[in-house]
């Protein structure tokens, strides 16, 4: 029994689809944490761990390259014309969809309502605390993303 429950959990992280994901989702998380090294917005080793394993934004966009990585690799395994192909197909959609308009939407007026609560308590009118700014994309970072989890699901599908 305990044999078969630590075969299953080793099964399951082994799995070609769940280690194409979240290779593609550290790849990208590296490239967007050295374009930041390379820039200087990392200052400390606590902002260079949060970037390679938390922060969102940036290119390339570490969402649209592990959906498409899951769709490419679903294709490959399950066939292009099946079911859970087309379901991780519409995945890919509405997180690229999400990226693009939603998150990044929420960034903006984010951003334009810090600006307005610091003007206003810079005139007296209300003591303002900050909220937080999430960041979405723009589309070159999800294009990016998109290509980098291609190629990261075309390669692990075929090269087995």
């Known amino acids: 029994m305990i044999f078969a429950i630590k ?5 399951f992280l082994s799995h070609p689809v769940l ?25 400390s080793f606590g902002e260079l761990i949060d970037s390679l394993l938390w922060r969102t934004g940036g290119l390339p966009s570490s969402h649209s390259a592990m959906v498409t990585c899951l769709c490419v690799t679903v294709g490959f ?3 292009f014309l099946s079911d859970v192909f087309m379901v991780s197909l519409a995945f890919v ?10 998150r990044r939407a929420n960034g903006l007026q984010a951003k334009k309502i810090n600006e307005m609560g610091k003007m206003l308590q810079e005139k007296g009118i ?13 589309p070159l970072e999800v294009c990016m993303g998109v290509l980098l989890g291609f190629f990261v699901g075309l390669a692990f599908s075929l090269l087995k």
Request: hydrophobic letters at 45%; aromatic letters at 14%.
């Open 7 to 11: 075969q299953n959990i080793f099964s």
């Open 19 to 43: 280690l194409s994901c979240f290779g593609s989702w550290l790849i990208a998380q590296f490239i967007k944490t050295f374009i930041n090294l390379l820039f200087g917005r990392i200052h």
């Open 77 to 79: 395994r399950s066939g």
């Open 93 to 102: 959609f509405v997180t690229i969809r999400d990226a693009l308009g939603v």
């Open 126 to 138: 209300l003591d303002y605390t900050p909220v937080k700014e999430v960041n979405g994309h723009t």
